[in-house]
């Protein structure tokens, strides 16, 4: 169908804490700071990591589209998709076109990864969501010059995702149709 679900793939404490913990660590210090300046009356330090954020951005959301990988940059996030054994050992394996290919993986990062935080409906930015990503094939946001590269897109929630918060909607057979460039 186009697509893999690995449930359990990554421990939750020792693979995607990391990650957690840099956001949570930039989120507290721009709350901080935003409590200072008076734009917020309460940091949301009482809340866990899955609703923080949302508390925050309920009185002031500039935290919000600073959060994307183009401008924090966290390196928890690159240690992650760039070293974790068992995720490297999917992507060899989802790479592969057949048994003789050396051991070696020859792993060449997008400048299109991103890591999106998402907000309940209603808690958005009033003059648009830089997080909302309308429908797309991630290959019709490339160069052309990658056409024949081997692409794997790897979406790692850091909060459980289900139908109601916002999961990932695939299109079953997506990758066998016409490439729709990204508008």
């Keep these: ?21 840099e956001y949570a660590r930039y989120i ?20 866990g990591f899955s609703e923080r954020l949302a508390t925050i951005c309920k009185e002031a959301n500039q935290i919000y589209a600073e959060l994307s990988l183009h401008r924090l940059f966290p390196q928890s ?7 974790n054994s ?7 394996d989802l790479l592969s076109k057949d048994d003789s290919q050396t051991n070696e993986l020859k792993l060449d990062l997008s400048p299109i990864q991103h890591v999106r935080p998402k907000l309940p409906a209603g808690l958005t930015p009033r003059d ?3 997080h909302v990503v309308p429908w797309h094939q991630d290959a019709g946001v490339c160069l052309s010059s990658s056409d024949q590269a ?3 897109t790897v979406w790692i929630p850091l909060v459980p995702a289900h139908q109601k918060n916002g999961g990932l909607v695939l ?7 016409v490439l729709n460039p990204a508008k």
């Design 77 to 83: 996030v690159f240690q992650l998709i760039t070293t």
């Design 28 to 47: 507290e210090k721009r709350a901080s700071e935003l409590a200072r300046e008076g734009k917020l009356k309460s940091d949301g330090s009482d809340k």
């Design 128 to 130: 648009g969501d830089p």
């Design 150 to 152: 081997a692409m794997v």
């Design 86 to 92: 068992r995720l490297l050992s999917i992507v060899k």
């Design 171 to 177: 299109n079953p057979g997506g990758h066998t149709k």
């Design 1 to 21: 169908d186009g697509f893999v679900i690995l449930r359990g793939l990554l421990d939750d404490e020792d693979h995607l804490g990391p990650v957690r913990e």
